[in-house]
């Protein structure tokens, strides 16, 4: 199995402009997962997905994100207009729709706001 | 909501000796419990997880601990080596959402 896959694997774009992030999980999973991980603030999840369907999109820090899941194997999560808070490395992880099973995480997005 | 906590947030140790990490949690209906392992730069990695109907599970140099009535849950390396240093972190599940509550990490540094 290839495992969660993210792209790209590094971004590096000036303040303002929109930033797509994207993630395939792994076939026959049904719950993603975005996590954003910086020094200060650790791991966050900022949305998760049942069935294609956002579920908690709490983590979400402000109306300049947002997340898409439009099938069962792709998701994006965009920021516009992107920030320099917003640097960090933006994980996706997914898992199989059943109770105590584990995520599986993406290698992550490298995200540089200049 | 659930709410994990994980101490040490650093620990060193010499190679070949033990090193534990301790986390609690506040929700009792959380019935799952992984570890993750990070390496600098790489994504998480499972290494052992537990689930509520069992007290402890080994895996090689690795073992979890599980209390649930005073809702706490260890991890433990034993005979460390180098390439054990990294950040773990600990997390409680429960449900079909499988959302996990994380914990804060531990940077573990196995000296040679």
């Known amino acids: 199995d290839a495992g969660v896959i993210q792209s790209p694997r590094h971004e590096v774009t000036e303040m303002g402009q929109e930033v797509t992030l994207r993630c395939k999980p792994i076939?026959?999973?049904?719950?993603l997962f975005w996590y954003r991980q910086t020094m200060m603030r650790g791991l966050e999840l900022l949305i998760y997905?049942?069935?294609?369907?956002?579920?908690?999109d709490s983590g979400m820090p402000e109306d300049r994100f947002s997340a898409k899941m439009p099938n069962a194997s792709f998701s994006t999560l965009k920021i516009q207009p992107s920030e320099p808070r917003d640097s960090a490395v933006y994980f996706c992880?997914?898992?199989?729709?059943?109770?105590?099973?584990?995520?599986?995480f993406g290698d992550g997005t490298r995200l540089s706001i200049l | 909501g659930e709410n994990v906590e994980q101490h040490p947030s650093t620990l060193s140790v010499q190679e070949g000796d033990s090193a534990v990490i301790k986390c609690t949690y506040s929700?009792?209906?959380?019935?799952?419990f992984p570890w993750y392992k990070q390496e600098l730069g790489k994504r998480p990695q499972l290494i052992i997880d537990?689930?509520?109907n069992v007290g402890e599970k080994k895996d090689q140099r690795i073992a979890v601990t599980l209390n649930k009535t005073a809702k706490h849950f260890s991890l433990h390396i034993t005979e460390t080596q180098p390439e054990d240093s990294a950040v773990y972190f600990c997390a409680a599940s429960w449900g079909t959402g499988n959302q996990f509550y994380f914990g804060t990490g531990t940077s573990l540094t196995v000296i040679p």
């Open positions: 537990i689930r509520s």
């Open positions: 076939s026959g999973h049904n719950s």
């Open positions: 997905f049942n069935n294609n369907v956002p579920i908690d």
């Open positions: 992880a997914s898992t199989m729709g059943r109770a105590n099973q584990p995520q599986h």
């Open positions: 929700d009792s209906a959380s019935n799952y």
